[in-house]
């Protein structure tokens, strides 16, 4: 039984995230549990945005890899309490940044710190001179800075 | 009785994000910048998330088989519920701005208080939501503050946007009878509480942009009644043309 569980949650966690594909369900914290009963897997996921547009192909790559493991496969999506960046593992953080994508940096995220300074330490040099060239980037989690000393252009995995 | 107060209440709130979205994401490749082109529908994105959420829970609600885009693609002018403010046309960047300003940082509180709601599903979107729109906040303040410290030019804009935009922010307070007893009933926060906090938001970012809310000047109401202006009409007949079109279409 707990073979089958570990089995179960082997397959699922191996997804990768389609929009990120350096990291995997289970490094973003998102794969919050699978239980198998009488053959049927259940994955429990949580969305990452409430807009996110990744998250029914996340719940279908999940049940397809949990049907190719041999299980009867049911999801469900959990969506309390809601997901926070501090559920990326220390591995997934340190994926984001050898793929090029600074992880969040914690506490950042202050409705009152209008032009606050967040530190995000470039991926590639790992220098702290920074700046950011908008808000937002090419996904909703991500916002886009620039290295003053490298040079490099870089997503920033924002922290919610 | 309940269900039906939790139901309306529900989809007062899913009409908000859902028209305020569509609003945004009319700027799609029409922002002055490609930064503001992903901003806009960045924020539009959150808030169909969030309107798609709210949705859901008031088809479970309701428990007659409607789905959230029946919800949404199914009903008519009247039928809607959201407020006067969110239906507003974009005009220019000040005006789009100055409205996200304005509803944002009325939302910030709302679901910072929605946290505690005895309903689980309403905890779980605010937990997401809340995080979302802080940063709605952070950008539409931080343009804020930019056109109305900015040029002539940026700051009249801002301050015609002002002048045309205040009287929408009333309704934002004013509870319908769905929502004052989902209130009581420690559903949903209390929307006639959040005035304060919402001010506190403004205040230093209104004083670093140099601009003013008039005061003493009567306010525009009826969404919740579904007495909407010509605007939104138009706003539907885009938005729900495929549906209307093609009956049951899917992707």
């Known amino acids: 039984m707990v073979a089958e569980r570990e089995k179960a949650w082997a397959a699922a966690a191996s997804v990768p995230d389609p929009e990120v594909p350096c990291v995997t369900v289970a490094d973003l914290g998102i794969l919050r549990d699978v239980r198998v009963e009488n053959g049927v897997a259940t994955a429990f996921l949580t969305p990452t945005y409430s807009g996110c547009p990744a998250v029914d192909f996340i719940e279908l790559a999940v049940e397809t890899a949990l049907r190719d493991a041999g299980f009867d496969a049911r999801i469900e999506r959990v969506i309390s309490p809601p997901w926070t960046t501090d559920w990326i593992t220390k591995e997934g953080r340190e994926k984001l940044r050898a793929y090029g994508i600074a992880p969040p940096v914690k506490g950042s995220n202050s409705k009152r710190a209008l032009f606050g300074e967040t530190v995000v330490a470039c991926p590639r040099c790992a220098s702290e001179k920074t700046e950011r060239i908008s808000e937002f980037g090419s996904t909703a989690c991500k916002a886009q800075y620039r290295c003053t000393s490298c040079g490099e252009p870089f997503d920033y995995f924002k922290c919610i | ?251």
């Open chain 2, 1 to 251: 009785m309940a269900d039906q107060a939790l139901l309306n209440a529900l989809i007062e709130l899913a009409d908000d994000h859902n028209i305020l979205s569509h609003r945004l994401a009319e700027w799609c490749g029409h922002a002055p910048i490609l930064e503001e082109d992903l901003a806009l529908t960045n924020m539009a994105l959150d808030m169909i998330g969030t309107a798609r959420g709210l949705y859901s829970h008031a088809a479970d609600v309701e428990g007659r088989g409607r789905s959230e885009d029946d919800l949404a693609y199914l009903r008519v002018e009247r039928e809607y519920r959201n407020c006067l403010l969110v239906e507003r046309p974009n005009d220019d960047f000040a005006h789009t701005m100055l409205r996200q300003l304005f509803f944002a940082a009325f939302m910030e509180p709302y679901w910072q208080s929605a946290l505690t709601s005895s309903d689980e599903t309403i905890r779980g979107i605010a937990g997401k939501s809340v995080k979302e729109v802080a940063y709605h906040i952070r950008h539409a303040g931080e343009w804020v503050i930019r056109m109305g410290d900015g040029t002539q030019e940026s700051a009249a804009r801002l301050h015609a946007a002002m002048q045309d935009l205040h009287i929408y922010t009333e309704e934002l307070f004013h509870a319908s009878e769905a929502a004052g007893h989902c209130a009581r009933a420690g559903l949903l926060p209390d929307r006639t509480d959040l005035r304060e906090t919402w001010l506190e938001t403004l205040t230093p970012i209104f004083a670093e942009a140099r601009l003013e809310m008039p005061e003493g000047v009567p306010p525009q109401i009826g969404g919740r009644d579904g007495l909407h202006g010509e605007d939104l009409g138009h706003l539907l007949a885009e938005m729900q043309y495929l549906q209307r079109a093609h009956p049951g279409a899917s992707w």
